[in-house]
Nanobody
């Protein structure tokens, strides 16, 4: 099973930017879907953005126009560029990978947006 390690989280002021990275332990070129989810305290985990093997992207309405997901197959890494961050973006962000019926999660990384 692929191992996913997130990095790039932290504390940022509202309106600022962060870039999350998700490094996989093996090539991601064969993965059907790579995605970022998030879970805020007391809320369910929700899809933030996804990218297919042919780089078709999908975003939650709440982040459209502010977040960008991308993948670098050569580096086995998926990125989430987050701009114009809002207080409500505060959450633990999880990397997700799916290949056919097999899927994996990263351990999660905290993103905190302060006023």
């Amino acid at each position: 099973q692929v191992q996913l390690v997130e990095s790039g989280g932290g504390l940022v002021q509202a309106g600022g930017s962060l870039r999350l990275s998700c490094a996989a332990s093996e090539s991601i070129s064969s993965f059907n879907t790579m995605a970022w989810y998030r879970q805020a305290p007391g809320k369910q985990r929700e899809l933030v953005a996804s990218i297919s093997s042919i780089s078709i992207t999908n975003y939650a309405d709440s982040v459209k126009g502010r977040f960008t997901i991308s993948r670098d197959n050569a580096k086995s890494t998926v990125y989430l560029q987050m701009n114009s961050l809002k207080l409500e973006d505060t959450a633990v962000y999880y990397c997700f990978a799916r290949r056919l019926t097999t899927y994996s999660w990263g351990q999660g990384i905290q993103v905190t947006v302060s006023s």
